[in-house]
C-alpha cells in the first residue's frame, strides 16, 4: 500500500518561509518523479513542482520559480517543497503526488500522478 504523508504546512506572515517534507511508502521511491501541487478555496488544483527521480531535472510553475524550491532525499524516501518570500496567494492545502514513471513527460498534469498524499494547509498572511 503507497502512502504518502505531508507535513510542515501553517501560519506563516508575507515574506516568511516554510519547509514542506512528504514521506513515501510501500513503493520504491528512487524510481519514481515527484511532484507538489496545491489547491486554493474555490479553485482548481494547481501544479506547484516536480523533480525527476535522480533530483537533476526540475519543472516549477512560474508562479513560484525563483521562491520555491524541490528536491529529494531517495534514502530517506523524503521530497521536499522549500517555500520562500511567501505571498498570501500562496494560501492554498499542498499536495505531494508521486509519479508512474522515473520522468514525468508533462509535470504539470495531475494525470500523470496515480498516488497523492491527504494534503497539508499552508496559509499565508498579509
Known amino acids: 500500500q503507497v502512502q504518502l504523508v505531508e507535513s510542515g504546512g501553517g501560519l506563516v506572515q508575507a515574506g516568511g518561509s516554510l519547509r514542506l517534507p512528504c514521506a513515501v511508502s510501500?513503493?520504491?521511491?528512487?524510481?519514481?518523479?515527484m511532484g507538489w501541487f496545491r489547491q486554493a478555496p474555490g479553485k482548481e488544483r494547481e501544479f506547484v513542482a516536480a523533480?525527476?527521480?535522480?533530483?537533476?531535472?526540475?519543472n516549477y510553475a512560474n508562479s513560484v520559480k525563483g521562491r520555491f524550491t524541490i528536491s529529494r532525499d531517495n534514502a530517506k524516501n523524503t521530497v521536499y517543497l522549500r517555500m520562500n518570500s511567501l505571498k498570501p496567494e500562496d494560501t492554498a492545502v499542498y499536495y505531494c503526488?508521486?509519479?508512474?514513471?522515473?520522468?514525468?513527460?508533462?509535470?504539470?498534469?495531475?494525470?500523470?500522478?496515480?498516488?497523492w498524499g491527504q494534503g497539508t494547509q499552508v496559509t499565508v498572511s498579509s
Open positions: 503526488a508521486s509519479s508512474s514513471t522515473g520522468g514525468v513527460p508533462r509535470p504539470d498534469m495531475p494525470t500523470e500522478y496515480p498516488y
Open positions: 510501500g513503493r520504491t521511491f528512487s524510481s519514481y518523479a
Open positions: 523533480i525527476n527521480w535522480s533530483g537533476r531535472i526540475f
